[in-house]
């Protein structure tokens, strides 16, 4: 069964780093592109980020471009999203996700994580 299984989420200050780890099993990150959504409380689902099968795309949001890096380790079978200077409106479930376009239509697509909780709060 393909599971991935995301970890590294957090309570952390203003201004703080996480580094967010997905290990996926009986699939190959390197054959998929491959995507980060966040969900804040009461918000819908918002792609952060996403990595094409070669690595030679990357999209970011707006609103985290700078602050966030999104990488594939292909040898572990893991995607990472490294955060920093974290603020108050990056709290929310982050999901891990297979493909470019994860959400249509307000639904999931391709294969998700259960989710890790990130809290930015002083």
């Known amino acids: 069964e393909v599971q991935l299984v995301e970890s590294g989420g957090d309570l952390v200050q203003p201004g703080g780093s996480l580094r967010l780890s997905c290990a996926v099993s009986?699939?190959?990150?390197?054959?998929?592109?491959m995507s980060w959504v966040r969900q804040a409380p009461g918000k819908e689902l918002e792609k952060v980020s996403s990595?094409?099968?070669?690595?030679?795309?990357?999209y970011y949001l707006d609103s985290v471009k700078g602050r966030f890096t999104i990488s594939r380790d292909n040898a572990n079978n893991t995607l990472y999203l490294e955060m920093n200077s974290l603020k108050t409106e990056d709290t929310g479930v982050y999901y891990c996700?297979?493909?470019?376009?994860?959400?249509?239509?307000?639904?999931?697509?391709?294969?998700w994580g259960q989710g890790t909780q990130v809290t930015v709060s002083s």
């Open positions: 009986e699939f190959r990150v390197s054959t998929s592109d």
């Open positions: 996700t297979t493909g470019w376009m994860p959400v249509a239509g307000g639904h999931k697509v391709g294969y």
């Open positions: 990595i094409n099968r070669a690595g030679s795309m990357i």
